[in-house]
């Protein structure tokens, strides 16, 4: 995360001046520096890693630039409020509502909506700035929105003479000697000090002293850090309030690590599903080529057979046929037929498309001729053979058409 800031506000006559700069790496690591606002293409090109993604890029401003205000605005629905809050913060500034620029955080029926106000010249000046040396900003905030305590607490910025005062639902920047009246004046449970010390003489004036948290890091890398907690770059902080809204939104790059994450889930899930789809057409083509064998079969028993019915389902089938070799002479011969014969042909599986038959009672060995898918279905053949106690060897085997044509022995082990 890359935090810009400056001292003070720049004339937009003039040249900006030199620009403070702390980066907060992925492994929470502070680096920080200063360069010419002129000069900022030099630092891009020391670091290109840097400018990838404006996610990782903001610009804080001080309370010179921009107003916080919590404006209540009557309305029945959210777009009512939305369209009327510009006439509502038109009160509270001097400038022309047409010349300044109004962002605010989530607008909620009956609550006070958060807003900040900048002139709308000002923002673009510093936009351009950036622009011209190809840089896009992510965000813009604010000094005291980076400090913004919870409820019943203060934060305390020190910048020389002056310190800036942010509470929960205010800021402002006022003299060191008024700190101690103003502070007096709220009810707080702790104080957090950045950038300087409340001295003891200071603290002795406050009727009720409360806790001190004195924050030691250097202003730019405590800041940095309130702003990126994580370091996981601005949609890690999506309650920040960001002057880049409307006309004036970023729209992030998908490269950001977060968005690479969506991007493999997303391809993923798409070969997930082709796998699938690819899946269920082979099933379909499958099924398709088994009723093809299964017809044929059919056909070739009506033929064999036109007096007989023709059989519902393959099993069926197989019964007839085993039927009709069992009606031969030499009963014990022909029920070792069958029985060799039904081994056999389970073995050969629904794929399979039966040609012809021949039984040898002496060997007791059954050649059949089929027509099967392809030759490694042969050694299928074999190994579910092996289970129902025959021996199935093959005498020839040739490519016949897109099926293999095979002539198989089978004999009991």
């Not at 700035?129 to 840089?135: D, E, Y």
């Not at 920047?173 to 001295?199: C, F, H, K, Y």
């Not at 391809?267 to 082979?282: D, H, K, N, T, Y």
Request: a negative charge; hydrophobic letters at 40%; proline letters at 3%.
């Amino acid at each position: 995360m890359l935090l810009f800031s400056h001292r003070s506000s720049a004339d937009l006559a003039s040249k900006a001046g030199r620009l403070q700069w702390c980066y907060l790496s992925e492994q929470g690591g502070v680096t920080s520096g200063e360069v010419d606002a002129e000069n900022l293409v030099s630092l891009v090109e020391q670091h290109p890693s840097w400018f990838e993604t404006p996610d990782r890029v903001a610009l804080m401003l001080t309370g010179e630039d921009i107003v916080h205000l919590n404006v209540s605005v009557p309305g029945r629905s959210i777009k009512s409020i939305r369209q009327a809050l510009p006439f509502a913060i038109e009160e509270f500034i001097t400038s022309d509502i047409d010349d300044v620029h109004i962002a605010h955080k989530a607008i909620r029926s009956n609550e006070p909506v958060h807003c900040a106000v900048i002139n709308r010249e000002r923002l673009e000046f510093w936009l351009g700035l950036f622009s011209n040396s190809s840089i896009t900003l992510g965000a813009v905030v604010s000094q005291a929105q980076l400090l913004r305590p919870e409820s019943g607490e203060a934060a305390l910025l020190f910048e020389g003479d002056q310190v800036l005062v942010v509470t929960e639902d205010q800021d402002a920047l006022v003299d060191r000697d008024t700190v101690p009246e103003i502070l007096d004046a709220l009810d707080l449970s702790s104080l957090t000090s950045v950038g300087g010390l409340l001295t003891d003489l200071e603290v002795s004036q406050l009727s009720a002293a409360p806790n001190l948290n004195n924050i030691e890091a250097p202003v730019g890398d405590y800041l940095v850090k309130r702003l990126s907690p994580k370091g996981g770059g601005l949609t890690s902080t999506p309650n920040l309030l960001n002057l880049l809204q409307g006309e004036f939104a970023v729209r992030f790059d998908e490269s950001s690590r977060d968005a690479l994450w969506r991007r493999t889930l997303g391809i993923a899930a798409l070969w997930f599903l082709a796998i699938i789809g690819g899946l269920s057409v082979q099933g379909i083509w499958l099924e398709n080529q088994t009723n093809q064998l299964d017809t044929k079969n059919f056909a070739t028993y009506q033929e064999l057979f036109p007096r007989d019915s023709v059989p519902v389902t393959a099993t069926q089938l197989q019964r007839r046929l085993a039927n009709k070799i069992s009606s031969t002479p030499e009963t014990d011969n022909n029920l070792s037929m069958v029985d060799l014969m039904l081994r056999t042909t389970n073995a050969l599986g629904s794929s399979s498309e039966l040609q012809s038959l021949r039984f040898r009672a002496k060997q007791m060995e059954l050649t059949a001729e089929v027509l099967i898918t392809n030759f490694e279905e042969l050694e299928a053949i074999k190994e579910r053979s092996q289970t129902m106690g025959i021996a199935v060897e093959v005498s020839d085997a040739s490519a016949e058409q897109n099926r293999v044509r095979a002539r198989l022995i089978g004999t009991y082990l």
